[in-house]
């Protein structure tokens, strides 16, 4: 199988103490591949905005998915938006008026998605949402609580920034660490869970490396340099 492209989640995988601090050897790992000629699409549950700042000073694909595939962003203004926030505030407002706690994490400013703290029951605000027929679904990033359409993943970004680089899925690595990231294993060639994933989530994973946060992806991508691209170890 020929890796063209490396879609890497960013917080618990790129950074590393819980943070939002970058691992600087694995920022250097990424910012060579680059120079090699393989792309490196940040796929997160940030906002593509950051994402796509981070890939600019970073030193890679200036192509960024955020908002757990919801928005994609290319330009400083140029964003494709796969989904409706006024759908999801809709949703926002029901579980606010029905639970004790819910409320809006600040964060950079989302196109397509409602971000929250993480401080009620995230099956029981499913559940509501579901008894009022939305659309939408609840995930746990680890960051935060999110609130996206159904259909809406990250698999979903994913495939269309690929489409823009004219890559198939099968040719690129997923690599990443929550179940946010379960959707973007399943539509890759090949894919990679961290040591601190949860076991659900490893089990989707092709790969397990014994490395946590930043140490763990600098193991992922010399797993794949190794096993993929014909680099021998040293």
Request: glycine share 10%.
């Amino acid at each position: 199988m020929a890796i063209k492209v490396f879609a890497v989640d960013i917080d618990g995988t790129l950074t590393e103490n819980g943070g939002g601090i970058i691992h600087m050897p694995a920022l250097a790992k990424l910012r060579y591949l680059d120079r090699l000629g393989y792309n490196v699409i940040y796929v997160t549950g940030r906002s593509s905005t950051e994402a796509f700042v981070l890939a600019v000073f970073g030193g890679t694909t200036r192509i960024a998915v955020g908002e757990n595939g919801g928005a994609i962003t290319v330009a400083p203004q140029e964003h494709r938006l796969l989904a409706s926030r006024a759908k999801c505030m809709e949703g926002y407002e029901l579980l606010k008026k029905s639970l004790d706690g819910v409320q809006e994490k600040p964060v950079f400013p989302r196109m397509t998605e409602v971000v929250m703290l993480r401080t009620f029951d995230i099956k029981e605000g499913q559940k509501i949402l579901d008894e009022h027929g939305l659309q939408l679904y609840l995930n746990d990033s680890k960051y935060a609580f999110h609130i996206n359409e159904k259909g809406v993943d990250k698999a979903l970004g994913l495939k269309e920034a690929l489409k823009m680089l004219k890559v198939e899925p099968e040719e690129a690595v997923a690599i990443g660490d929550s179940e946010t990231d379960i959707p973007m294993y399943e539509a890759c060639g090949c894919s990679i869970a961290l040591a601190h994933a949860e076991g659900y989530v490893k089990e989707k994973a092709r790969h397990v490396v014994s490395g946590r946060e930043g140490v763990g992806l600098v193991e992922a991508i010399d797993y794949v340099a190794q096993n993929y691209l014909g680099v021998k170890a040293q």
